[in-house]
């Protein structure tokens, strides 16, 4: 086999984020973790051809995401808590302070919430289901140009209100009732999607695409990714 077959097959492999090649006289490949994005954007990749909706997506998140939050409990930190009371203060102000963008990335900070809740839930399984379907909502749901602002802050005011109920539940290390409070927020939530004309935007995520929210991210405050004009649904 030549050297230019064995070159092009490592770079096939570190374009899908299977190994890392290093250069110099003791380089070569090496096996690497898979990255969460490359797998998420597989996976949305894979949906993009299935005929899944809002309700699909929030009828599998009110069976996992209080499990999520209730397993997580025990785990969180004090740098988890002041990470899940900055999510809640971001999104607590009058949306019309800010602009369209700002509005955006409320919604975008609401999903941020149940990320810190996943990295904190000892199960792998679970906590990637659970990212997955964050993901989604964060890349895929967007509302129409004409939804109501007065919407967008009754959505955004709703959120804070059953966040702060969560934080504090954990706080006391209440299991039963951050199970009980996340089962009613993924109750609720969808209803306002609904009323928000949300739909799933469907597409397909390009490695282009994947390496500039990587980039995004370096440079990005904790939290805050980049947003389209699209929006996202808690």
Same mark, same amino acid.
């Given at each position: 086999m030549s050297k230019s077959t064995i070159r092009e097959a490592l770079k096939s492999l570190e374009v899908q984020g299977l190994i890392k090649v290093t250069t110099g006289p003791s380089g070569g490949g090496m096996v690497v973790e898979v990255p969460l994005d490359r797998? %998420? @954007? %597989? %996976?949305?990749?894979?949906l993009f051809f299935k005929d899944v909706s809002i309700d699909d997506i929030y009828t599998v998140r009110k069976l996992l995401e209080p499990e999520l939050a209730a397993g997580a409990v025990p785990h969180l930190t004090e740098q988890d808590f002041e990470a899940l009371e900055a999510s809640? =203060?971001?999104?607590? !102000?009058? =949306?019309s302070a800010h602009g369209g @963008?700002?509005?955006?990335?409320? !919604?975008?900070?609401?999903v941020n919430f149940h990320d810190i809740l996943a990295a904190a839930n000892p199960n792998p399984f679970l906590r990637f289901s659970c990212e997955l379907i964050n993901e989604m909502i964060r890349q895929l749901i967007e509302f129409r140009n004409d939804t109501p602002q007065a919407e967008h802050e009754r959505f955004g005011q709703a959120n804070v209100k059953i966040h702060k109920a969560i934080t504090k539940a954990a706080r006391e290390r209440d299991v039963e009732k951050v199970r009980e409070l996340m089962t009613v927020h993924m109750t609720e939530a969808p209803r306002y999607v609904k009323r928000?004309?949300?739909?799933l935007r469907g597409r397909l995520i390009l490695d282009s695409e994947i390496r500039r929210r990587v980039r995004a991210r370096s440079v990005s405050p904790v939290g805050l990714d980049e947003v389209d004009s699209a929006g996202s649904g808690e």
């Open positions: 797998t %998420l @954007q %597989l %996976l949305q990749n894979y809640i =203060a971001c999104c607590d !102000r009058p =949306a @963008q700002d509005i955006v990335r409320q !919604r975008q900070e609401d928000m004309k949300g739909k």
